[in-house]
């Protein structure tokens, strides 16, 4: 079974959904933000997806630009920031087993799905 974080006002998360259910794949689909992830399941995706919090941080959002632009956290400190603000987790991000990536365009979800 395929998860995948997904946003539905997201055109990138739509399409990768609809993607996922073209091939016949189970999908467990997860509203990040109406749902955010605990800390734990936040450090476990980071680690499927080998990238460190600061790497999936949206940083086109109002959130990070008014709030956290320019300063340093460190990583447990990015994971509490993710947890308590889901709209800067990028997304879509899809888990497959043991494997994770943040599907931004179809030529990723090719070699995924």
Known sequence: MIKIFH???CQKS????????????EVEVIEYLKNPP?????????QLLKLKPIDIVRKKESVYIE??????????QWIKILV?????????ILINKDKAIIA??????KGFV
């Open 104 to 109: 931004r365009d179809e030529a990723s979800l």
């Open 7 to 9: 946003n539905p006002r």
């Open 67 to 76: 709030t956290y632009k320019d300063k340093h956290f460190t990583d447990a």
């Open 84 to 92: 308590e603000n889901p709209v800067l987790i990028e997304r879509p």
């Open 38 to 46: 605990s800390a734990a399941e936040l450090k476990e995706v980071l």
């Open 14 to 25: 739509r399409t990768a959904l609809t993607y996922i259910e073209s091939k016949h794949k």
